[in-house]
């Protein structure tokens, strides 16, 4: 049995990751209409493993006996300067759902609850490895700068993007 502020900080960070989903289909939709379809593949599967960290919460929060209280999901942002502002604001949006997973840790052990924590170690590396991924890329943008065949191939590349395994 889970306890009620463990169970409303689960809560409310499956709705977070669901507006996590949103924001990167919003950004999905830039490039779609930009014709650029590697970054929209990119952002399309960025936006899938978003709605699949919120589907591992949801059954976790079943599993322990406890339930989701639905809550509205914010409209994401839908102007985009540029696109290394999509990956700026990827990276900023990232290290802010880190702070919310350590706070969910944190609180998990200060509560005693080892499932909970034990079950949130995995979004802690998920997290070490989208921000890594979103400071190569914009790494990479800083190097191509205006370079339209640099960024041609970059589209090439983030075309390959498969949307990971789910996993149990
Ligand atoms: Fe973008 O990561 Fe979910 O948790």
Known sequence: MISNNMQKLINDQ???ELFSAHMYFSICSYYLDKDLDGFANFFRVQAEEELMHALKQFDYLH?????ITYQAIDAPPTDFESIMDTFNQTL???????RHIHAIVKAALE???????????WFVQEQVEEEALMR???????LIGNNKSALYLLNEELMQRKPEEATA
Do not use: C, M, P, S
């Open 136 to 142: 190569t890329l914009i790494a990479k943008l800083k």
């Open 92 to 98: 900023e949006h990232e290290r802010y759902i880190t």
């Open 14 to 16: 499956y709705h977070r």
């Open 63 to 67: 599993q322990v006996d406890g339930k």
């Open 111 to 121: 509560d005693g609850d080892f499932a909970t924590h034990n079950f949130f170690q």
